[in-house]
């Protein structure tokens, strides 16, 4: 009999090898990144995962503020898409529906309860880095000369009055993620 807590060689050679998948988008590890609650304002909740991505199917673990859970689900690599739950250690399940578009996986998760809570999310590959946040200055273009192209400052506050937006108004809610 094996000892509990000790690999036994010979059970490792009868479970199946799983085929990890090739697309980059979706490596196998590490992950981290966030999600958002409406009543938190745009706070940022973070989360720390360990995936698997085999033949259209998501696995793993990880945890956050409200504790540690464990999730599964499918991702298509066609679309992108994933959805998944994310099922906390006795407490509650959250659904979460989102795509993968090279820079992480972002979109809403949502609690069905007497009420539907939701909000956004957005993870990544633990590498990868947060894909939210700007490029360094080095790496950014060169700014366009404006007056070299014939634009001038009051041409920009013409195209704001017109439009009837401010860029200081912001009408996000909790369904909207920020990038």
């Not at 090739?22 to 973070?46: A, I, N, V, Y």
């Not at 540690?68 to 659904?95: A, P």
Request: aromatic fraction near 10%; include cysteine.
């Amino acid at each position: 009999m094996a000892t509990p807590g000790k690999r036994n060689p010979k059970n490792d050679d009868l479970k199946p090898k799983l085929k990890l998948e090739t697309d980059e988008r979706f490596p196998s590890g590490e992950w981290e990144g966030f999600f958002l609650m409406g009543h938190t304002g745009m706070k940022r909740h973070l989360m720390e995962l360990m995936l698997t991505f085999s033949e259209g199917k998501i696995t793993g673990e990880g945890r956050d503020f409200v504790g540690e859970f464990l999730l599964s689900g499918r991702y298509e690599v066609e679309s992108g898409r994933c959805i998944w739950n994310k099922k906390y250690v006795r407490k509650h399940e959250v659904s979460y529906d989102g795509f993968n578009e090279g820079k992480g996986i972002f979109g809403r998760w949502e609690i069905q309860d007497v009420i539907t809570w939701h909000g956004g999310f957005l993870i990544w590959p633990k590498g990868m880095g947060d894909p939210t946040k700007h490029r360094r200055r080095a790496e950014a273009d060169a700014p366009v000369d404006a007056e070299s192209r014939g634009v001038s400052e009051s041409d920009f506050a013409t195209v704001s009055a017109a439009s009837g937006e401010s860029v200081m108004d912001s009408s996000l809610d909790d369904t909207d993620v920020p990038f």
